[in-house]
């Protein structure tokens, strides 16, 4: 089985990762934030239109700028990830695990997941 995860900040799914890269299920981690997590460049993706567009924000003293942000910019990451999972090197997958609220762009997508979440 091979896992996809897809974030646009790291959150905790780092350690996720590399666990499921150390076992060989990782099909990839898609995010924004740099690979600080110890997985292969092979397996990493890094959502640049979303990091560049957000990166102003994340100077600013106060977080809640950063955090509006990540939702105003949302649409950044659903047009990137729409892409990179129609695109010709998209990793064969079988599962996808998202922050909650953020794979909501993947219900319904061009892909041929069934995407799990708890949202109606």
Request: hydrophobic share 45%; glycine share 8%.
């Given at each position: 089985?091979?896992?996809?995860?897809?974030?646009?900040?790291?959150?905790?799914?780092?350690?996720t990762?590399?666990?499921?890269?150390?076992?060989?299920?990782?099909?990839?981690?898609?995010?924004?934030?740099?690979?600080?997590?110890?997985?292969?460049?092979?397996?990493y993706?890094?959502?640049?239109?979303?990091?560049?567009?957000?990166?102003?924000?994340?100077?600013?003293?106060?977080?809640?700028?950063?955090?509006?942000?990540?939702?105003?910019?949302?649409?950044?990451?659903?047009?990137?990830?729409?892409?990179?999972?129609?695109a010709?090197?998209?990793?064969?997958?079988?599962?996808?695990?998202?922050?909650?609220?953020?794979?909501?762009?993947?219900?319904?997508?061009?892909?041929?997941?069934?995407?799990?979440?708890?949202?109606?």
């Amino acid at each position: 089985m091979q896992v996809l995860l897809a974030t646009t900040r790291s959150w905790h799914l780092g350690q996720t990762a590399r666990a499921f890269s150390n076992r060989g299920a990782l099909a990839g981690l898609w995010m924004a934030d740099k690979n600080a997590t110890g997985v292969p460049a092979a397996e990493y993706r890094r959502c640049w239109p979303y990091h560049l567009a957000m990166k102003p924000l994340y100077h600013l003293k106060t977080e809640i700028w950063s955090e509006r942000g990540m939702y105003w910019l949302i649409g950044l990451w659903k047009l990137w990830l729409r892409a990179q999972l129609r695109a010709a090197s998209a990793p064969a997958l079988d599962v996808v695990q998202a922050i909650m609220g953020f794979g909501t762009e993947l219900k319904g997508s061009d892909s041929a997941l069934d995407v799990w979440t708890d949202e109606p």
